[in-house]
C-alpha cells in the first residue's frame, strides 16, 4: 500500500517562497496526491490535486500563490509571497483502491 | 456552497458507543462518495473510513474495523459513523469529508469537526 513522506517542518521568510515535499514509496511513484492545509485550530482545507506529471488542480478560492509541481516519487507544493496566515500544518494524502494515506504533515513557520 | 456540518462528538466511557451524524448541503449529497477523517490532540489526520455515492463499497481502517460502521442516508442528505467499543486510542476529533467523486477520490471538502473523548 502507499505511503507517504513529508517533513516534520519547514520555516521561511515573510513575502519570500517555499517548497513542501511529500515522497510517494516504491512501487507508487505515479500515485495523485491531493495537498491540505490546517491552520491552527482550523478544519483542514482542500488545496490541490497533484498528479505525477506535474498537472494540478486547485480548489476554490485557493490563491494564485499557491502552485504544484511532481519529480519522480515527488510531489510538491510551492507557495509564493508568503503571507502570515500561510503558517499551518501541510499534509498530502493518496489512496489504494481500499485505503487512504496521510503523509506525517509539515509544520510550516513564516518567519 | 458547499456545508459539512458534524455532530454528535462527546465524553464517553471506554467501551461505550457514539453516533456521529455530517449534514450536508450545497452538492447533490447522493453523488458523491464520504470520508471520515480524525485527528487525536497533537496528531496528524488519519482516514477512518469511506463510503460511495450509493453505499455498494464501504471500507474502514483497520483499526477501527470490527468497531465503526460508515452509512449514510442519501434522503436527508447525511453521513453517519455508529462507533461501539470505544477506545481511549479513539480520543480525537473526527472530520467528513466530501470525496471528490462518485467513487474512490480524495478529500475536496472538510467539515469543521466534532470531538470525541473517550475516558473513564
Known amino acids: 500500500q502507499p505511503v507517504l513522506t513529508q517533513s516534520s517542518s519547514a520555516s521561511a521568510s515573510l513575502g519570500s517562497s517555499v517548497k513542501l515535499t511529500c515522497t510517494l514509496n516504491?512501487?507508487?511513484?505515479?500515485?495523485?496526491i491531493a495537498w491540505h492545509q490546517q491552520q491552527p485550530g482550523k478544519a483542514p482545507r482542500y488545496l490541490m490535486k497533484?498528479?505525477?506529471?506535474?498537472?494540478?488542480n486547485k480548489g476554490s478560492g485557493v490563491p494564485d500563490r499557491f502552485s504544484g509541481s511532481s519529480f519522480g516519487a515527488d510531489r510538491y507544493l510551492t507557495i509564493s509571497n508568503l503571507q502570515s496566515e500561510d503558517e499551518a500544518d501541510y499534509y498530502c494524502e493518496t489512496w489504494d483502491s481500499n485505503n487512504w494515506v496521510f503523509g506525517g504533515g509539515t509544520k510550516l513557520t513564516v518567519l | 456552497q458547499v456545508h459539512l456540518v458534524e455532530s454528535g462528538g462527546g465524553v464517553v466511557h471506554p467501551g461505550g458507543s457514539l453516533r456521529l451524524s455530517c449534514a450536508t448541503s450545497?452538492?447533490?449529497?447522493?453523488?458523491?462518495?464520504m470520508h471520515w477523517v480524525r485527528q487525536a490532540p497533537g496528531k496528524g489526520l488519519e482516514w477512518v473510513a469511506f463510503i460511495a455515492y450509493d453505499e455498494s463499497n464501504k471500507y474502514h481502517a483497520d483499526s477501527v474495523k470490527g468497531r465503526f460502521i460508515i452509512s449514510r442516508d442519501n434522503s436527508k442528505n447525511t453521513l453517519y459513523l455508529q462507533m461501539n467499543s470505544l477506545r481511549a486510542e479513539d480520543t480525537a476529533v473526527y472530520y467528513c469529508g466530501k470525496s471528490c467523486s462518485s467513487g474512490s477520490c480524495y478529500s475536496d471538502y472538510w467539515g469543521q469537526g466534532t470531538l470525541v473523548t473517550v475516558s473513564s
Open positions: 516504491s512501487g507508487h511513484s505515479d500515485y495523485i
Open positions: 450545497g452538492f447533490t449529497f447522493g453523488t458523491y462518495g
Open positions: 497533484l498528479e505525477g506529471n506535474g498537472n494540478y
